[in-house]
């Protein structure tokens, strides 16, 4: 069975960092492009980055642009996210590039 299961959201204040991981198993994980996507309260579902099968490139929204850096290793895709901002608000999830497989998702807040 394919599994996605993102973690390392949380509170955090404007300016802080957070770094949100994706543990997947069940595919041929080194053979697919990654991504992931946020929904904010009241918003529709927001690309956010990518990442090819090889690390060899990275892509990302223009709102996120500067202050998130995708990035993987074996098994795992991280987002690592600073400078943080209230918009930033909502819940993230990865996804199998070019699929309909999602993770559960993890909450992220930003608040003082």
């Known amino acids: 069975q394919v599994q996605l299961v993102e973690s390392g959201g949380g509170l955090a204040q404007p300016g802080g960092s957070l770094r949100l991981s994706c543990a997947a198993s069940?595919?041929?994980?080194?053979?697919?492009?990654m991504s992931w996507a946020r929904q904010g309260p009241g918003k529709g579902l927001e690309w956010v980055s990518g990442i090819l099968r090889d690390g060899s490139d990275t892509y990302y929204a223009d709102s996120v642009k500067g202050r998130f850096s995708i990035s993987r290793d074996e098994d795992t895709v991280y987002l690592e996210m600073n400078n943080l901002k209230p918009e930033d608000t909502g819940v993230y999830y990865c996804k199998i590039a070019g699929t309909n497989y999602w993770g559960q998702g993890t909450q992220v807040v930003v608040s003082s």
């Open positions: 069940g595919f041929t994980f080194s053979n697919d492009a």
